[in-house]
């Protein structure tokens, strides 16, 4: 189990591993702060083979669930050529990567490779891409690999010769130089999204003439053929602009904008000098870290743009006051977020701002301290009781000039199925999601303190029996998404529906019929969303339906 702060890019994480008892249970102490997913490896047979069960989340401290290890995957040998030129630093080490860095494993070196061993950290259904990243002796990220892992290659070290100057042309001293080797999307979990991650390679600092020669993995000279590697270089330099350059998509970027190719034989960095975006938060206690996440453009023309996620993460003044230096322009989607590494922290939650600000409260020029409202939110499951273990999204009641996926925020509930939330008055969407049902609502927070509860109702449900043509049951059938419409609402609530929508799909497509041909396809009727499905057999496929809430069964025959 790993459990994080899924909104945050190095936020909190916690890692949990436990063995189950000879009923197949397992019980653990989780922190009550994070959110939480879990996976299972069964015993491993004598080949190393081993059933794998689905990744399971978002959940919260006190969930209770099921975790069924129905896939048997066999260990994968890996072999890598091209290593000799990285190995003056030591030997390199694999690493396969998940989303959340707690979820990192290091491969076991075997007769010059490595063994990849069952792992549902490379179901692509769940995690996108299966990912593995290699590393030098000194740590430092070199390459990754991803997808299909046959003929790993590692290309020869080529020099980049970089030079960074400032807005007049002079040179730059100083300056941080680092490569961003990758970026790893957020699981597939509930449909949300999450903070992106991204990992780096340090790769130093400019001289008095302000240069410096990277390397980068490339089969040919970097900056004279465009070949299929990739490869971005971000300059840093205290307040000064973030500026990129390199390779992207088999796009050539200079000073975040798209060129048909590199001028001469270095390249160029220009750092204009940008003022720090300041803002407070008094109250909060010693250790607290700001984390602002954000949406960068790499630009391909004067109106279009290419999305590029970034996160910072400053230390809060014992002030209360907190200071993001050289951030770009042209940020959206900005939000703001506080965390402690060690400890519970109750801290406000903040929309994302449409461009690179704070929050209106969280401005240093506001003439007093920051007010916020306490809202109790209470969630009852679908029997009346507390609704612990769950986990609540709260989103913008708003969200003019924002994108929803990087607007959400996720809460746990705590035993009492209850979350104490600090808020800006206005309004505040609210969806409570666990294993057996959900609620949503929309909430106008006042000033001071309220309450609000929510009523979870369980899921819709589709019961069908496919049957072949001399009724007799079809087991072990597949359901499959022929087409899917999602037409958008303004209605706050019935968008966080619509963003579980994904997530709904993949939950389907695990679904089996029994025995006896039966199925019940729970789902939650969201507005706006149709889903149209086949179940499918080597006896063949039914006709497409559409997925509907029923009473009596559905008889399926295949077409």
Not at 260 to 270: I, P, V
Not at 299 to 328: C, I, K, Q
Not at 448 to 477: H, K, T, W, Y
């Amino acid at each position: 189990m790993v459990g994080c702060v899924p909104e945050i890019e190095g936020g909190p994480v916690d890692r949990v591993v436990a063995v189950s008892d000879a009923r197949g249970r397992v019980m653990a102490r989780l922190r009550t702060d994070l959110c939480y997913a879990a996976w299972a490896t069964g015993p491993a047979a004598a080949n190393g083979a081993a059933a794998v069960s689905n990744i399971e989340g978002y959940f919260a401290a006190g969930a209770m669930f099921d975790l069924s290890c129905d896939e048997v995957v066999e260990p994968q040998p890996i072999s890598i050529a091209g290593l000799e030129p990285y190995l003056q630093r030591g030997p390199v080490r694999l690493f396969v990567l998940g989303w959340n860095p707690a979820a990192d494993f290091e491969l076991q070196a075997v007769d010059g490779g490595w063994v990849l061993p069952p792992s549902p950290l490379c179901k692509a259904t769940q995690v996108g891409v299966r990912t593995l990243e290699l590393r030098t002796g000194d740590g430092q990220p070199l390459l990754w690999f991803q997808g299909v892992l046959a003929n790993l290659v590692v290309p020869p070290p080529k020099e980049v010769p970089i030079v960074v100057v400032d807005d007049k042309g002079q040179p730059l001293a100083g300056v941080s130089i680092k490569r961003r080797v990758g970026q790893l999307q957020a699981w597939r979990l509930d449909g949300y999204g999450g903070a992106t991650r991204s990992r780096w390679s340090e790769c130093g600092r400019t001289d008095a003439g302000g240069r410096l020669v990277a390397t980068v993995p490339c089969e040919e000279a970097p900056l004279e053929h465009l070949g299929s590697q990739e490869f971005l270089f971000f300059a840093e330099a205290p307040g000064r602009t973030q500026v990129v350059g390199g390779v992207r998509y088999r796009n050539v970027y200079v000073n975040d904008h798209r060129v048909d190719k590199f001028e001469g034989k270095e390249l160029r960095f220009e750092l204009p000098a940008v003022p720090p975006l300041v803002g407070r938060c008094p109250d909060l206690p010693a250790g607290t870290m700001v984390s602002l996440q954000s949406v960068a453009r790499l630009w391909s023309s004067d109106n279009g743009f290419m999305h590029d996620y970034r996160s910072w993460t400053v230390p809060l003044g014992d002030d209360g006051r907190f200071e993001f230096a050289g951030l770009p322009d042209g940020l959206y989607s900005s939000r703001v977020s506080f965390w402690h590494p060690d400890r519970q922290l109750k801290a406000p939650l903040l929309q994302a701002e449409s461009a690179k600000k704070v929050p209106d409260v969280l401005r240093v020029d506001g003439a007093a301290a920051p007010v916020f409202s306490e809202l109790q939110v209470s969630v009852l499951d679908v029997h009346g009781g507390p609704a612990r273990g769950g986990v609540l999204q709260i989103g913008p009641g708003n969200r003019s000039g924002t994108q929803l996926r990087y607007s959400i925020a996720r809460v746990p509930l705590d035993t009492a199925g209850s979350a104490r939330l600090l808020l800006p008055p206005g309004p505040q969407a609210l969806l409570a999601v666990t294993a057996h049902g959900f609620a949503g609502k929309l909430c106008v927070v006042p000033a001071g303190v309220a309450s609000c509860e929510l009523q979870l109702q369980p899921f819709a449900a589709m019961p069908v029996r496919f049957v072949d043509n001399d009724d007799q049951p079809i087991a072990g059938a597949t359901l499959r998404v022929t087409r899917a419409t999602t037409r958008g609402s303004s209605d706050p609530v019935q968008g966080l529906l619509q963003g579980m929508e994904s997530q709904l799909r993949w939950r389907m497509m695990q679904l089996r019929t029994g025995a006896d041909g039966r199925l019940s396809i729970p789902f939650v009727p969201i507005e706006g969303v149709t889903l149209q499905l086949t179940l499918q057999s080597d006896r063949g496929a039914t006709m497409p339906f559409e997925i509907e809430a029923a009473d009596e069964e559905v008889e399926l025959r295949p077409k």
